[in-house]
C-alpha cells in the first residue's frame, strides 16, 4: 500500500496568491483529515470529511480557506488569498471504516508563504 | 483553550533508560487516546493507543497508563534507543457531537543518547 500521498510536498508562493494542497487517501478508507503544524500552535484540525461530505470545518481558520472532496479518492485544501502567518506544514490523514480511530498521515506540504 | 496538556517539552534519557511523557486532558467526553511518534520530515505515525475502560496497555517496549479519575494519561518507553529519538505526542479523540478528529498536545522532544 502507498500510504496517503501529498502534493506538493513543499511550496513556496508570495503572499496574495492562491495556493493548492492535494491529498490521496489510503484506498478503502472512508474518512480524510487536514491538519495544520507549526511550533506555535502544534497539530491543528483544520476540517474533515466523512465518505466525501464535509463533517466539522470549525478549525478553518478564515474564509480564506476552503477544502474539497470531489470522490473517494482525492482531495484538495486551498487558500486564496495566502499571507505570511498561512506557513505551516500541512498534513493529510485517512481511516479506515472498520477502524475509525486509527488515523494514517501522509509526508505533508511544507507551505512557505513569502 | 489547550485540551490536551502534555509534559515535559523534551527530555534527554540515556540508552537503557525509561523515557516517561505526560498527558492531561479536560474534556470527559473523549474515548479514545493514541500516541503518535514524528520523525523529522515525516508525518505522524501512529505508536500505540488506549481507551478509557482500560488502566494499562503495553505494546512490546511502550506502554500507556490511563487514570481516568485524575484526567491523566502517560507513555513510557523502557529500554529506550537512539532510534526511539523522535517528537511523541499525544492525543485525544471525541469530545461529544460525533467528532472524529484528534486534539494534539504540544509535543515532547525526545533525545536517547548513547
Not at chain 1, 482531495?75 to 495566502?82: D, F, R, Y
Not at chain 2, 503495553?58 to 491523566?72: D, L, P, V
Amino acid at each position: 500500500d502507498a500510504g496517503v500521498i501529498q502534493s506538493p510536498r513543499h511550496e513556496v508562493t508570495e503572499m496574495g496568491q492562491e495556493v493548492t494542497l492535494r491529498c490521496k487517501p489510503i484506498s478503502g478508507h472512508n474518512s480524510l483529515f487536514w491538519y495544520r503544524q507549526t511550533m506555535m500552535r502544534g497539530l491543528e484540525l483544520l476540517i474533515y470529511f466523512n465518505n466525501n461530505v464535509p463533517i466539522d470545518d470549525s478549525g478553518m481558520p478564515e474564509d480564506r480557506f476552503s477544502a474539497k472532496m470531489p470522490n473517494a479518492s482525492f482531495s484538495t485544501l486551498k487558500i486564496q488569498p495566502s499571507e505570511p502567518r498561512d506557513s505551516a506544514v500541512y498534513f493529510c490523514a485517512s481511516t479506515p471504516g472498520g477502524r475509525p480511530y486509527e488515523q494514517y498521515f501522509g509526508p505533508g506540504t511544507r507551505l512557505t508563504v513569502t | 483553550q489547550q485540551q490536551v496538556k502534555q509534559s515535559p517539552q523534551s527530555l534527554i534519557v540515556q540508552k537503557g533508560g525509561i523515557s516517561i511523557i505526560n498527558c492531561a486532558y479536560e474534556n470527559t467526553a473523549f474515548d479514545y487516546f493514541p500516541w503518535y511518534q514524528q520523525f523529522p520530515g515525516k508525518g505522524p505515525a501512529l505508536l500505540i493507543a488506549i481507551r478509557p475502560d482500560v488502566s494499562e496497555k503495553k505494546e512490546g517496549r511502550f506502554t500507556i497508563s490511563f487514570n481516568k479519575s485524575a484526567k491523566q494519561f502517560s507513555l513510557h518507553i523502557m529500554d529506550s534507543q537512539p532510534g526511539d529519538s523522535a517528537t511523541y505526542f499525544c492525543a485525544a479523540r471525541g469530545g461529544g457531537g460525533g467528532a472524529d478528529g484528534l486534539t494534539f498536545g504540544k509535543g515532547t522532544h525526545l533525545i536517547i543518547q548513547p
